[in-house]
């Protein structure tokens, strides 16, 4: 097994777009498996293992490196062609839909799978301490973030090998980090109709933001709003205090807000 490969062709790019598929490689660089130890080790049925298996096969990403008989079974053993392999170079190469798709795919994936837990603590009405979901701007050099890259890698090794003990839950974490970049409109969108509507509890996932007139058009109209946040919520710097106090009933976040001390304060309050 190689130390590092670098991804060749787009072919190999979307068959890495696969969380499955990423899983499956981790776990082959510790050892050689067969596809049964893979499933078992994944909670996967086999047969979806092996169709994986043999996706990564057919483009280079995985090898077959023994092949044993047992009991009159032939058992096939494979390993990643690297223990890293790098993405970076194809996808500035690639033509820029096939890479945008690449990207769409791996992050629809880790939106799906939270949605699925966020679903579930919803059904269960409980508060799962393991769904985390955070927000936060950094200002930094590009050695310092490589510096915090690392620190991170090795935050998170102690944690990548089940270890047994009491309690232990597979966890999926997916962090990115992007420049910022403003958006021709907004860089959040602006309140959804549902969150303003006059319904008893309302949603909103996503960035959303509060300008004032939405809470002014809120009381001239004789509603109060209920407002249930996933991800980020921003207020607008302009909104006093009083009228989040007069036009805001019931306020629930689960991500990063954005509002001024006093506003916050008062959504803190409302939040109880």
């Given at each position: 097994m190689l130390e590092h490969y670098e991804i060749e062709n787009i072919e190999q790019l979307r068959a890495i777009a696969d969380l499955l598929r990423l899983r499956i490689i981790d776990l082959l660089k510790t050892q050689p498996m067969t596809v049964t130890q893979l499933g078992e080790a994944l909670g996967e049925a086999p047969a979806r293992v092996h169709y994986h298996v043999r996706e990564l096969e057919k483009v280079g990403l995985l090898r077959l490196v023994e092949t044993r008989e047992k009991g009159g079974i032939l058992e096939k053993y494979y390993q990643p062609v690297a223990r890293d392999i790098a993405v970076e170079k194809q996808l500035l190469s690639a033509p820029p839909?096939?890479?945008?798709?690449?990207?769409?795919?791996?992050?629809?994936?880790m939106k799906e799978g939270f949605l699925r837990a966020f679903r579930h603590m919803l059904?269960?009405?409980?508060?799962?301490?393991?769904?985390?979901?955070?927000?936060?701007?950094?200002?930094?050099?590009?050695?310092?973030?490589?510096q915090l890259e690392d620190q991170m890698i090795d935050l998170f090794k102690p944690y990548e090998q089940r270890r047994g003990i009491e309690g232990e839950q597979e966890m999926v974490g997916f962090f990115t980090v992007y420049p910022s970049?403003?958006?021709?409109?907004?860089?959040?969108?602006?309140?959804?109709?549902?969150?303003?509507?006059?319904s008893p509890r309302t949603w909103a996932v996503g960035f959303?933001?509060?300008?004032?007139?939405?809470?002014?058009?809120?009381?001239?109209?004789?509603?109060?709003?209920?407002?249930e946040v996933i991800g980020v919520c921003r207020f607008a710097d302009d909104i006093p205090a009083d009228l989040v106090e007069r036009a805001v009933e019931h306020f629930h976040l689960t991500g990063k807000l954005y509002a001024s001390p006093a506003v916050r304060e008062v959504l803190l309050k409302k939040a109880a």
């Open positions: 839909a096939d890479a945008v798709t690449v990207m769409s795919t791996v992050l629809s994936q059904e269960q009405k409980v508060n799962d301490p393991y769904l985390g979901l955070g927000l936060t701007h950094l200002y930094m050099t590009a050695e310092e973030m490589k970049i403003a958006s021709p409109v907004s860089a959040f969108q602006k309140v959804p109709e549902a969150v303003t509507s006059s959303v933001e509060f300008r004032r007139s939405d809470l002014e058009k809120a009381l001239a109209e004789g509603r109060r709003l209920q407002i």
